[in-house]
């Protein structure tokens, strides 16, 4: 059983920039590719990208492309979402899962964070 932790969320303006951390106990962290989700009020939760067990390969949603980087230390069981230049439309709680599935859709998710709110406002 792995758990997931996020952190890092909170207030950030237009134009600014945030990192999200993702803390993994219980499993062979390693082992998993991790993504990153987000839930925007009112919608569906999205992906928004995703790195690969090694961190060689990662992969964006066209969205955050350019803006965001995903990245990963297995030394320290830790996924990070550096988010640059927000937009009002990155507003959401924002989570992390673990998959040793080669695809990115929610169900082929293994385990989730419980989730951290990132409100892009004035």
């Known amino acids: 059983q792995v758990q997931l932790v996020e952190s890092g969320g909170g207030l950030v303006q237009p134009g600014g920039s945030l990192r999200l951390s993702c803390a993994a106990s219980g499993g062979t962290f390693s082992t998993y590719a991790m993504g990153w989700f987000r839930q925007a009020p009112g919608k569906e939760r999205e992906f928004v990208g995703g790195i690969s067990f090694g961190g060689g390969r990662t992969l964006y949603a066209d969205s955050v492309k350019g803006r965001f980087t995903i990245s990963r230390d297995n030394a320290k069981n830790t996924v990070y979402l550096q988010m640059n230049s927000v937009t009002l439309e990155d507003t959401a709680v924002y989570y992390c899962?673990?998959?040793?599935?080669?695809?990115?859709?929610?169900?082929?998710?293994?385990?989730w964070g419980q989730g951290t709110q990132v409100t892009v406002s004035p």
């Open positions: 899962a673990a998959t040793r599935a080669i695809s990115w859709s929610d169900e082929d998710m293994d385990y």
